[in-house]
DNA sequence: CTGTTAGCGCCTTCAG
DNA sequence: CTGAAGGCGCTAACAG
């Protein structure tokens, strides 16, 4: 088993099915059959074949396998950030489902940028994946139905069906925000601002309903104790530490921050501790999705859990059981819950 | 890993070049000079055939092109485990500068089991990726070594080329474990327990070695010094929180521990504070790989950074210029570097 | 400039 | 149980 000589940095084609079917002097359909139908063939020739493969080093042609008619072995998985740790747990989840199938996963950020998502797409659908899991970055999910219709299975990732013909995974937003809201309203804030991104994410919009919603029912005027701010892209903890400054103008100055997710909190939390404002004696700071590290945060982080590695198994299973004979799509749904944690207090009086 | 799971075709076959060209009065190679050499094609016979492709809702077909010999536009990357934050900012270092270049990349987590790591990579090879970017969980290089032999690209994240005739992404290692007990030692602590991975993973290995040459260096005897303490996989902060209790036990109980990575350290702070151990004050605790969250736990966590994002994009840099003519396999070497922040002090007195 | 042809590697008939 | 033949969708060569 030398190695070729000649430097040549082509790459070396590799060994088919007729390689082996030589060296094991046999036809190329029993090489195949020894592949998958191994009970069709003598045990003494699958032997011969066998070892005929190990010789010529024969591995299988994925390419040559999908372009027969094999199901793919790749599904495709879109999401905002995979380094942002909210999705990298989801996109665990997703991993660890499919490895169960022998699927592998193909992860993409799309940064919220349009252009990134359907470039994504595009190269993902013309590999013939198996599916995409995708949260949406923006509202339109057109775009998505008809990849579907084209044949190319699409669930949506922490996003609700929104009455399109597709599978799907949420987690209640509205409520979610509720929760946000309903805990500091009880414990007396009256001045609370909201940092949701400019980028009109759905999940965002949602939370910051339940906010309102929520003040609505204690019988508050939602203009003068919601404060929205937008974070600018990316929403990096750099990012949302800059945006403390725009908090802090505030006038009437808020008491408690509601921030979309725990990197934002971090961000706000770093911003404050700048500013030299005790969290929660002067703010309280609420986060979102509690990841790993928002028990451990100086002051310990209160927010609002989601699932996050059960929200990518969800989905995988959903993608996973499209192509089952009498398949109907259908929406998972889960409840996020609210964790009271240090971060939160009553307002400084006279704050 | 299990078995594919249904699988019926039920998909619609989707346009092929035939009917594009059909639906444009053409012949299939004039549709496949308009894909490819756009400049051939008159622009009146061009038009006419994308007006065809966008009629009968045509999609490339990669597995046709892949067959024919077009180069793979994906990418394999296997790490330990893509959820934690670590891997997941390489992860994202590596899909960025990917996508500069076109590619898709599909995400594997080995856990450090090899069987998991090899199903992998049979599966990668046989797609025809590209190549593949991996942090081998364990010290056999030679199976990587073949692979690339066969004609996959393999490019060695976050490890040393070994002497391997790969090319390779490495931090060094035991400079980091010195830069931590360097600064242990500097306090004063004379009783350092160090939390690495029982799987013997080879960065923590070279962590280790780099305790001790820095314990010899000051002159010190690396047994009675030195408490090596292994953290069972997975290592979660689950799990890093329940090996506080044998850390605890040693006797004399240690003043110091060094944790693998900041997960651990995470694990280690809440089991202290579980265990009523303020930190530095009775335990001084070190961490490693300086994730996003290390400057706001409680307390700021003292680390050694690595570069994340950095060490992915390097790594697939290397890889992209794999198939460049007369291309060499080589090592980039980065440097960690100590990060002191609170959660490290004096030992106590008489402690 | 456009059309024809011959496979890439594999798998599924259908004969033997 | 094994062998021969055709074609999946595409593209590189050549012919017109």
Chains 1, 2 share one sequence.
Do not use: W
């Amino acid at each position: 088993m030398g190695q070729d000589e000649g430097g040549s940095p082509q790459r070396a084609r590799r060994a088919s099915i007729r390689q082996v079917a030589a060296a094991a002097r046999v036809s190329t359909s029993t090489v195949s059959n020894v592949l998958n139908n191994p009970d069709v063939v003598a045990t003494s020739t699958r032997r011969r074949v066998e070892d005929a493969m190990a010789e010529v080093g024969y591995v299988r042609n994925g390419a040559a396998r999908q372009l027969r008619g094999a199901p793919s072995t790749i599904a495709g998985c879109l999401l905002l950030d995979t380094a942002n740790p909210f999705f990298a747990e989801v996109s665990r989840g997703i991993e660890d489902r499919l490895t169960e199938a022998g699927c592998l996963l193909i992860v993409g950020s799309t940064d919220v940028r349009a252009a990134q998502e359907n470039n994504y797409l595009r190269m993902m659908e013309e590999l013939g994946v198996r599916g995409i899991l995708v949260n949406p970055s923006g509202s339109r999910l057109d775009r998505l139905v008809r990849l579907s219709g084209r044949g190319t299975p699409v669930v949506l990732v922490d996003h609700p069906r929104a009455g399109a013909d597709l599978c799907a995974v949420a987690v209640d937003d509205v409520h979610g925000g509720g929760l946000a809201a309903d805990h500091l309203l009880a414990l007396g804030h009256r001045r609370i601002a909201f940092l949701g991104s400019q980028a009109g994410i759905r999940s965002l919009r949602d939370r910051g309903e339940g906010i309102r919603r929520s003040m609505r029912k204690a019988g508050l005027d939602v203009s003068s104790t919601l404060v929205e701010i937008p974070v600018p892209e990316p929403c990096t903890v750099d990012v949302a530490d800059s945006v403390v400054d725009q908090v802090l103008a505030v006038s009437p100055r808020p008491t408690a921050v509601i921030c979309f997710n725990d990197v934002v909190a971090l961000g706000m939390l770093r911003g404050l501790r700048r500013h030299g404002i005790p969290v929660p004696g002067q703010m309280s700071v609420v986060g979102y999705d509690d990841v790993q590290f928002a028990e451990q945060l100086s002051p310990a982080l209160t927010t609002v859990r989601q699932p996050k590695y059960q929200l990518g198994r969800a989905a995988a299973e959903l993608l996973l059981a499209e192509d089952r004979p009498g398949h109907q799509h259908q929406e998972i749904r889960f409840t996020p819950e609210l964790v009271v944690r240090a971060s939160t207090a009553p307002p400084a009086i006279g704050g």
